[in-house]
Nanobody
Framework: QLQASGGGLVQAGGSLSVSCAAS????????MAWFRQSPGKEREFVAG???TDTASAKGRFQISKDNAKNTVFLQMNSLKPEDTAVYYC??????????????????WGQGTLVTVSS
């Protein structure tokens, strides 16, 4: 129901945008977030946006959404090799603000790999 895409290989210092398309009515109804996970590490919150469009994100990242297209975007700038990870989109159906805990999210996309070369 959540399909992430747009990952790839980018050089350090570059930018990349990934997107998450939803097949159901997620984007305007649920809180949406992006997490990332690299080998041997826990899944880490990157950015989130609420159903009321309140956004939060780590400094070099921006999250946005298009309710009409049922799509959430993550813009990543000034990428570093340590940003290399699988990036997942997720949806939280609860009526609350965006939370950073992965356990709060009920729906997950399959992930898209972002590799940043030095």
């Amino acid at each position: 129901q959540l399909q992430a895409s747009g990952g790839g290989l980018v050089q350090a210092g570059g930018s990349l945008s990934v997107s998450c398309a939803a097949s159901g009515r997620f984007i305007g109804v649920y809180n949406m977030a992006w997490f990332r996970q690299s080998p041997g590490k826990e899944r880490e919150f990157v950015a989130g946006i609420s159903r009321t469009d309140t956004a939060s994100a780590k400094g070099r990242f921006q999250i946005s959404k298009d309710n009409a297209k049922n799509t959430v975007f993550l813009q990543m700038n000034s990428l570093k090799p340590e940003d290399t990870a699988v990036y997942y989109c997720a949806a939280d159906p609860q009526w609350r603000g965006v939370v950073a805990q992965a356990s709060a999210y009920k729906h997950w996309g399959q992930g898209t790999l972002v590799t940043v070369s030095s």
